[in-house]
C-alpha cells in the first residue's frame, strides 16, 4: 500500500505518532501538504500548508458549534494539495468530517492517492463518514487502527512501510 492513514478514538495518539515519524524521517523525506491544529485564542481550527507555513481557518467555534468553511476547503486546501503533486511524501493531518461539503477538495485529495510518484500519510477521524469511508475502501490505502497499546510503535511501522515501497 502506498497510502497510509492512521485511525482511531479522538486523543489516542495519532498525530503524534504521525509527527513523531516525520521528525524522525524529515531530513530524508521533506512532507508537503498540511497539518491541522486548533487555535484556542480564536476558537477556531486551522490548515497549516507544511510547505510554506501559511495558515487558513476551516472552521470556527460559534454558540458551541463547529462551523466548517467549505469554501476554503476548497480554495486554500486544494492549493496546498496541488503545490504538493510531484513530491514523494504528502501529509493529510487530518480528514474528517468538517470536509464533507468540499467536492473541489475531495477530488484534489484522490487525485494525490492516485498519483504513481506520491506516497500519503495521514490521520483519518474514526467513523466521519463518506468520504472518509471511500478513502479507506481504496486498493492503494491501509488504515492503521491506533490504540494505547500499539501507539508507540506506529512511527517505526511507518518508517518501514515507506523504506519498502520502491
Given amino acids: 500500500m502506498k497510502n497510509i492513514f492512521l485511525t482511531g478514538q479522538k486523543r489516542v495518539g495519532k498525530t503524534t505518532a504521525l509527527n513523531a515519524f516525520l521528525a524522525e524521517n524529515a531530513p530524508d523525506m521533506p512532507p ?9 485564542a480564536h476558537d477556531c481550527l486551522q490548515m497549516t ?3 510554506t507555513g501559511k495558515s487558513a481557518v476551516i472552521a470556527r467555534m460559534s454558540g458551541g458549534k463547529l462551523t466548517a468553511y467549505p469554501d476554503v476547503f476548497d ?3 486544494v492549493s496546498v494539495l496541488c503545490a ?3 513530491r514523494p511524501i504528502v501529509v493529510m493531518d487530518e480528514l474528517g ?10 477530488a484534489a485529495v484522490f487525485d494525490l492517492l492516485a498519483e504513481p510518484g506520491c506516497r ?6 474514526q467513523a466521519s463518514g463518506q468520504f472518509t469511508g471511500k478513502i479507506a475502501a481504496l486498493p492503494n490505502v491501509r488504515v492503521i487502527d491506533v490504540t494505547e497499546l500499539n501507539r508507540n ?9 515507506f ?3 520502491k
Wanted: glycine fraction near 10%.
Fill in 153 to 161: 510503535g506506529i512511527p517505526a511501522e511507518l518508517k518501514t512501510a
Fill in 32 to 40: 508537503a501538504g498540511f497539518s491541522t491544529e486548533w487555535n484556542a
Fill in 75 to 77: 480554495s486554500f486546501g
Fill in 49 to 51: 500548508d507544511l510547505l
Fill in 84 to 86: 504538493a503533486r510531484g
Fill in 120 to 125: 500519503v500519510v495521514g490521520v483519518l477521524q
Fill in 163 to 165: 523504506l519498502n515501497l
Fill in 97 to 106: 468530517r468538517l470536509e464533507k461539503s468540499s467536492p473541489a477538495f475531495h
